[in-house]
């Protein structure tokens, strides 16, 4: 299984961005995605997380309403669109895959990732 992540760069404070992720190997439609992020001396933290139809989507409270995640079974890809950035959303954004159940999900595999640099 790969993931590759695309779509970040540097951007000014109010700005948005698409991130896309493509996976390769597996089913795409079988797994739930998720989008997370890890900005420098930080924790790894969920952004959000799309279930295998994509119907139903959940964020963290620092994104909802500024970012809506969305799913291509078709082509294998999952997006993150990121409106309005903040300076604090500066990170490298990674794309996982899920297993077991929309609420209670597991990610078991990562891809490299994204980085996404917001001025002020």
């Known amino acids: 299984v790969q993931l590759q992540a695309c779509g970040g760069g540097l951007v000014q404070a109010g700005g948005s961005l698409r991130l896309s992720c493509v996976a390769s190997g597996g089913t795409f439609s079988n797994y739930l995605m998720g989008w997370f992020r890890q900005a420098p001396g930080k924790e790894r933290e969920f952004v959000a997380g799309i279930s295998r139809t994509g119907i139903l989507s959940n964020y963290a409270d620092y994104v909802r309403g500024r970012f809506t995640i969305s799913r291509d079974n078709t082509k294998n890809t999952v997006y993150l669109q990121m409106n309005n950035l903040k300076p604090e959303d500066t990170a490298v954004y990674l794309c996982?895959?899920?297993?077991?159940?929309?609420?209670?999900?597991?990610?078991?595999?990562w891809g490299q990732g994204t980085e996404v640099t917001v001025s002020s």
């Open positions: 996982a895959r899920g297993t077991r159940t929309f609420s209670d999900p597991s990610y078991d595999y």
